[in-house]
């Protein structure tokens, strides 16, 4: 099993910044890909921004410029800097990651943190 758990969110103005991180545990062989996806009120879940095992980033552009995704493989934890806060970033974040365990791949879910930008 493999397990993935979210933390950083919380309260912030616009134009400020939080760093969210997302911790892989349980038996992993590697993770090919994290990634981070969001879902505010209302509204379906939308892509954020994901990275590969050799680092390769892709970004929604709603995130580009702003955001920076990273990850330290020998912890198997992402990261996701948010600048530049604006309150359409408001929502649920929530961590995604393929990883290998034993011989197969999972496709695992954190269980989500809030981020709200308001003043």
């Known amino acids: 099993q493999v397990q993935l758990g979210e933390s950083g969110g919380g309260l912030v103005q616009p134009g400020g910044s939080l760093r969210l991180s997302c911790a892989a545990s349980g038996s992993i062989s590697s993770i090919p890909s994290m990634a981070w996806y969001r879902q505010a009120s209302g509204k379906q879940s939308e892509f954020v921004a994901v990275i590969s095992v050799g680092g390769v980033t892709n970004y929604a552009d709603s995130v580009k410029g702003r955001f920076t995704i990273s990850r330290d493989n020998a912890k198997n934890t992402m990261y996701l800097q948010m600048n530049s806060l604006k309150s359409e970033d408001t929502a649920v974040y929530y961590c995604?990651?393929?990883?290998?365990?034993?011989?197969?791949?999972?496709?695992?879910w954190g269980q989500g943190t809030l981020v709200t930008v308001s003043s």
């Open positions: 995604k990651a393929v990883a290998k365990s034993g011989n197969t791949y999972l496709e695992v």
